[in-house]
């Protein structure tokens, strides 16, 4: 692609002599035009988008409240595994959310790109570290969840959980500490993450290929386990059943869920990511992607919602079970007693 350029020193050497120049390559993100501004499509990107990312920092919030308020602090670390979870995920979209609110806010404001270029890079690396830590944590979620079900094992975290959490924060933490040393992250016209020029090999290798390969475990896991859960559990119906592997079953269930929430929120960037390797992203797909990848707290929410309504009905549960059971021995204490009255009244006779 190239500009043509004409002007009176042409006409020194010929008439029709046209002399062509290569096109303008950007150098770096902030050379891209401000998405959506010459097409009208600004505010349909940046107004969807704040609306999610609020809606989704108020659900990661409230999670945090209600958590702390039914449960004691103290005792976090003997919660379920489940609850940490939803703990570990709400603390990750509100630090997102937070984050990507504020450059989303900063270009909606200035209809810019953000300046100065440092804060943008800030903002990419917060979004760079609580992407991926959320899609590792949901990773190790439906590979414990396979281990419970066909191992019967539980996947050790270690001591205050620093086995997970060393994983899930300290790796994209030194991959994003990488990715600002090789000066990757920036502006891509829409928002502060991979810089639109210089960090588009960095976003293939630091997003679309682990998200794609993350995304297909998490599938193939979840589908394993389910599968066994329901082959298990027809087997359990001609039998009495097994309480351990009850127990296991809902536990794996309650962490299948986030599994399912997460191909909700990051399918879209998923085709997205592979579709920009073969052709131009359709519009529609791109509005998908801004939308979608934000509801990450929304769906935490409805995940935390179920598990306490599964948590209230399976106490719910116990507690008529036990009344059952106890009246039943209460019964079976009645007729034994009647029965000693009975052999002693045939023995006085």
């Not at 006409?11 to 009208?40: C, E, F, H």
């Not at 989704?56 to 602090?73: D, E, G």
């Not at 529609?284 to 934000?294: A, E, G, R």
Request: one cysteine or more; proline letters at 3%; hydrophobic letters at 45%.
């Amino acid at each position: 692609m190239c500009l043509n350029w004409s002007g009176p020193d042409s006409k020194m050497v010929s008439d029709n002599l046209t002399i062509t120049r290569p096109a303008y390559q950007p150098k770096d993100g902030y050379d891209i035009p401000v998405y959506g501004l010459a097409n009208g499509q600004f505010y349909s990107l940046h107004v969807p988008a704040l609306t999610f990312i609020f809606l989704s920092l108020t659900s990661a919030i409230a999670v945090l409240v209600a958590s702390f308020k039914l449960q004691s602090y103290r005792s976090f670390f003997s919660w379920t595994k489940s609850e940490r979870f939803v703990v570990y995920l709400a603390v990750c979209d509100g630090l997102f959310s937070m984050a990507h609110s504020m450059d989303h806010l900063h270009i909606v404001i200035t209809k810019n790109h953000v300046y100065p270029r440092g804060l943008c890079k800030f903002y990419g690396f917060m979004l760079t570290v609580f992407i991926t830590a959320q899609n590792l944590m949901v990773n190790i979620v439906a590979f414990n969840a396979f281990i419970l079900i066909y191992y019967r094992k539980n996947v050790d975290l270690g001591r205050y959980d620093y086995r997970l959490l060393l994983y899930t924060f300290g790796t994209p933490f030194v991959g994003a500490c990488i990715a600002v040393g090789l000066g990757t992250l920036g502006s891509n016209g829409a928002f502060c993450y991979f810089d639109g020029v210089k960090g588009e090999l960095a976003n293939i290798f630091f997003t679309t290929i682990p998200l794609i390969l993350i995304l297909c475990m998490n599938i193939v896991l979840y589908c394993l386990t389910l599968h066994r859960i329901n082959t298990e559990e027809e087997l359990l119906k001609e039998s009495l059943g097994n309480g351990r592997v009850n127990r296991s079953h809902k536990a794996a269930r309650n962490m299948s869920m986030f599994v399912v929430a997460f191909f909700v929120q990051w399918c879209p960037l998923t085709v997205y990511g592979l579709w920009q390797l073969i052709a131009p992203v359709p519009q529609l797909l791109f509005q998908m992607v801004t939308t979608f990848s934000n509801i990450g707290g929304i769906l935490n929410g409805i995940v935390f919602i179920i598990l306490k309504r599964r948590k209230l009905m399976s106490h719910k549960e116990g507690k008529e079970s036990s009344s059952v059971h106890m009246k039943d021995i209460s019964i079976n204490l009645d007729n034994t007693v009647k029965d000693n009255a009975d052999t002693g009244q045939r023995s006085e006779k």
